[in-house]
């Protein structure tokens, strides 16, 4: 990726990032990034037992993943290598929301991730 489309794309991620959170650090859910990462925080919430502060960090660690991919999709629009680029970022979901989560919490986390994927 050459210099002007990287900062393009940085350019591109801040005002997306900007553009879905509020004066107060909440997540927009007027805005369909911040709608669809509140609506994976409330499924983990639900699903693994989350307090509220874990929930809006999960739920704000979601939206930058989802924004780092747009990003991606922006920058290397009819690139093959597009999927890897992708697949690296989603890699990084298990790093970013394991310090947030319990020993327990993450472990189920491990398994409805597994049995998600492999449509079980």
């Known amino acids: 990726m050459n210099s002007?489309?990287?900062?393009?794309?940085?350019l591109l991620w801040i005002v997306i990032a900007a553009s879905c959170l509020t004066a107060s650090g909440q997540v927009d859910t007027t805005?369909?990034?911040g709608l669809n990462a509140?609506?994976?925080?409330?499924?983990m919430?639900?699903?693994l037992g989350l307090n509220s502060e874990q929930t809006q960090s999960l739920t704000r660690l979601t939206l930058v993943l989802q924004n780092r991919k747009t990003t991606v999709w922006y920058n290397y629009?009819?690139?093959?290598s597009v999927r890897f680029y992708v697949q690296t970022l989603e890699n990084k979901r298990d790093s970013l929301?394991?310090?947030v989560l319990t020993e327990q919490q993450y472990n189920l986390y491990l398994?409805?991730?597994s049995s998600l994927i492999s449509g079980h």
């Open 38 to 43: 509140w609506r994976v925080g409330q499924k």
């Open 97 to 99: 929301y394991r310090p």
């Open 77 to 80: 629009q009819g690139i093959d």
């Open 111 to 113: 398994q409805k991730k």
């Open 31 to 33: 805005n369909p990034s």
């Open 4 to 10: 002007n489309n990287y900062k393009r794309g940085m």
């Open 45 to 47: 919430r639900d699903t």
